[in-house]
């Protein structure tokens, strides 16, 4: 969908009437139906006044095509501005141009991520650079009259308010510079030259219909690479009852049409292999033609399985497969074929960093493709926000008219094998009664420490085999650590350690370092690794027998139960404490359950350690 559709000539006219910002409003409203806040109305006309000076100049012709606010199909994503034309060779050509009214941006130290300041404050963003590169590689992959016409696509970015630093263009971020040149303040006739290299010409071949129009499907470079990626990768073998389940989804996507939507969930506890169907569903699907995205709320799985995919941290093309769970609320239905939700029990109502967007993502996941599949296991809900329940997916089908299937892993590829643990927990945690109150048979390597700096020094030891074990503790201690990384976050006795950095992002699992670090249940839930230690704090406790759950213990900086004690004074309290009480054992349940082969633990509060070392 385009916005704005015009030549350059009728462009710069409707510039002239100093009314740009309106004009595009207009349009915008008779095709979406909706309008638009203030700001984007003033930035298109700000940002538009600017690339008016740059067109202007007679060797970039009047009847090239402009285009504005390009929406990519297969996604929220729009592209601001894009000219098109052909290059000298007379090969059909379209610049796409990112604009930004930044004036100044910070570095992070995650890859192609910046920071800069916004209505609301200061918030993390993707590196114009990138943003540019990836729309190019969304059409590339995903565009049928792109991929077969071979329509050429020049990406880059103008900050056109930013003066000249160290930052935005700093070697960091120079392989995707390289890939989308950046253009600042003072690089207005650099940015001309860079269109007239590839636009000499008019548009006289409807460049911009004929992508609008082009039929949405993956490319077969981009099927091929995913498929050789997936290939010997150990880390994604499917075993059992998943190739039944995977062979079910397979079948449920080829019936799904537009009136015929189809909901697939599938149960399962933790390390039933949820996250490898997901990944073999992901690539199979593409390979099949069909416009697949692999959806979580959180980003950690989405960085981690993109990194084991492509063998590296640095962003790839495909990171455009993996979104998002608030990225649906204002997509059309039924623009995929299928979207993959794996980690469903995270799930939230609204979307957006104030939770002010949309309806409801179940609903909107469901509306958005002609086939869902919902990855669930309602026992790993750990915050207040948490809506995935089944009852609830069920819900949003019937009412969507989607016919619904259910299925359920069984077999357990986590905790080396042993279902018998994870019984033995449930008991011990006392989330329910199984009658498992004993370890003895199970297989697993279960431990008690009584000194957190002996717990964590064994866990860097058994790092060193596979750089697969890791620390992590419930949230109980402030994260004060997150903008001076020399603060220590957790003290007890004389251990110090710090939470996880913001320097190894939501991939902090599977960062080499990362373990002198500790987790928390946010960057681990949905991972694994062959041995997790475990800190409990004084958030659960055990008292005569009983485990108690204590909110108040909960860091002021954590985020999951947010909100607590204003829900104690509106809704009757008992309501409100069982919920905290689960979200809690939920959360050392999750945390508890990381580990293949192990799990060491050390309690904060003695009177639990002696409980645990009893049983």
Known sequence: MIVYSATKAKFQTDVMTNDIGNIILDTYKQITGRSTGASEIASWTNSLQYMD????DDCIASDAGISIEYHIPQSSKRIDFIITGLDEQKNESAVLIELKQWQKAEMTEKDAIVSTRFKHGEKEAPHPS??????KHLLEDFNATVDEEKIQLFPCAYLHNYDPDTVITNEFYAEYIKQAPIFLKPDAIKLREFIKHHV????TTRIMYRI?????????GLADQLSSMLKGNEE????DDQKVVYETALQLAQKASVTN????IVQGGPGTGKSVLAINLLVKLTQEQMVTQYVTKNSAPREVYEAKLTGSFTKSHISNMFSGSGSFHSVDANTYDVLIVDEAHRLNAKSGMFSHLGQNQIKEIINAAKFSIFFIDEDQRVTLKDIGEKSEIHKHATELGAEVVEMELESQFRCNGSNGYLAWLDEMLQIRDTANDTLEGSNYDFQIFDDPKLLHQTIT???KEKNKARMVAGYCWKWISANNPLLKDIEIGNY???WNLRKDGQAWIIQPESVSEVGCVHTCQGLEVDYVGVIVGPDLIVRDGKVVTVPEARATTDKSIHGWKKLVKEQEEEIVRQKLDLIIKNTYRTLMTRGQKGCYVYFTDPETAAYFRKV
């Open 461 to 463: 030891e058994k790092n």
């Open 53 to 56: 000076r740059v067109l202007t």
């Open 200 to 203: 000499r010409h008019g548009d």
């Open 130 to 135: 990138y943003q540019a590169w990836s729309y």
């Open 261 to 264: 939507k189809k909901v697939f």
């Open 496 to 498: 110090r350690a710090t």
């Open 236 to 239: 994604f073998v499917m075993i």
């Open 212 to 220: 609008d129009n082009g039929k949405i499907r993956p490319s077969k």
